[in-house]
């Protein structure tokens, strides 16, 4: 069916549909940097996502997926924004019935608090967070083991759910309730590291800051994927621009089988509209930690999330 198609309408139809949605550009430019197919539905959808603003290995990924729908379904259709997991190559859903799988967590990890030491993860914890991780930045070893003993000493009792920030060998000795890694983080993991950090049992969260990166992610069937920057943050330097709600939504749909989480730049304002994206967690830094009162911020956000159903 594709073989018929034009990739220039394939590329306009896709940009004309979706571009207001992804506040982009209203037409498409005549080429796209590279092809890897001379598939019609393929190579328009590649310009049609550079021309939304998407990254050169997101426009790659999107447009394979575009393709893959469009045989799937027999036909292609400008209106479906590709989102089913079998589209981009991703194993069957859901990741928790793979024999692979990391344990799972609660699916919606309510207000999540990604706090700088031990003492802030018993505070907030004590404040009635849900979810807390200690994302300690130190290269000191025993300062880390120190930190992160603390951190799950200081959540005992108030039914928080401690994860742990790049240390991962000193999270699975001190006993945390998961780990939270990034896609270098992962990099760095050899094939032994990663068959360790499933057998310790602990859960797994991993970020993720596009379709690519979600498609790695899925290949270790982690316990949650975080998705951001939502919005510009001033707490880490980002190699990719802020994503946006737009995409956000987008990003949910397609991981509807794992837990979700929402990352970077989420204030007060912000939050309603993070939240009708679906995703079941939003992880915040400077809401939290620079707050006039970070205990009765905590229940108003908390208090939001449960209203909207989150
Ligand atoms: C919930 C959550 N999401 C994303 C991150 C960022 O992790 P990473 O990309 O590894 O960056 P660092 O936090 O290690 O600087 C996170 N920590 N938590
Ligand atoms: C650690 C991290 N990873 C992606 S954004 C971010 C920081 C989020 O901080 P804030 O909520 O203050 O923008
Ligand atoms: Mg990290």
């Given at each position: 069916m594709s073989t018929a198609l034009d990739s220039s309408a394939v590329a306009q139809a896709i940009v004309?549909?979706?571009?207001?949605?992804?506040?982009?550009?209203t037409s498409a430019p005549p080429s796209a940097p590279n092809f890897s197919s001379d598939d019609p539905v393929y190579r328009g959808a590649k310009r049609a996502c550079s021309a939304l603003g998407f990254i050169e290995i997101d426009?790659?990924?999107?447009?394979?997926?575009?393709r893959a729908q469009t045989q799937?379904?027999?036909?292609?259709?400008?209106t479906?924004?590709?989102d089913a997991p079998e589209d981009f190559g991703m194993r069957p859903f859901?990741?928790?019935a793979r024999d692979d799988?990391?344990?799972p967590c609660p699916e919606r990890l309510g207000l999540y608090a990604v706090l700088p030491d031990a003492q802030w993860v018993g505070r907030m914890a004590r404040a009635g967070v849900p979810t807390v991780q200690l994302r300690f930045k130190s290269a000191d070893t025993a300062a880390v083991?120190?930190?992160v003993q603390a951190a799950v000493e200081a959540v005992q009792g108030t039914g928080a759910l401690l994860f742990i920030n790049d240390h991962w060998q000193v999270a699975i000795a001190a006993g945390a309730y998961g780990i939270h890694l990034g896609q270098e983080d992962l990099d760095e993991l050899s094939p032994e590291d990663l068959a360790r950090l499933r057998d310790s049992g602990l859960r797994l969260g991993v970020s993720t800051h596009g379709y690519a990166e979600?498609?790695?992610a899925d290949k270790v069937s982690p316990s949650y994927i975080a998705m951001g920057a939502v919005y510009p943050t001033t707490l880490k330097k980002m190699a990719t621009a802020p994503q946006g709600v737009a995409r956000l939504g987008a990003y949910a749909r397609l991981l509807r089988g794992y837990p979700q989480v929402g990352i970077g730049g989420i204030d007060a304002v912000r939050l309603p509209e993070v939240l009708a994206t679906g995703v079941g967690s939003v992880a915040v830094v400077r809401a939290l930690v620079a707050a006039e009162d970070p205990e009765a911020t905590a229940a108003q956000w908390m208090a939001a999330i449960d209203a909207a159903g989150n």
């Open positions: 004309a549909t979706h571009g207001l949605r992804f506040g982009a550009i426009a790659e990924c999107l447009a394979h997926a575009w799937r379904l027999s036909g292609f259709d400008a479906l924004w590709p859901p990741p928790t799988a990391f344990p083991e120190r930190e979600m498609v790695r």
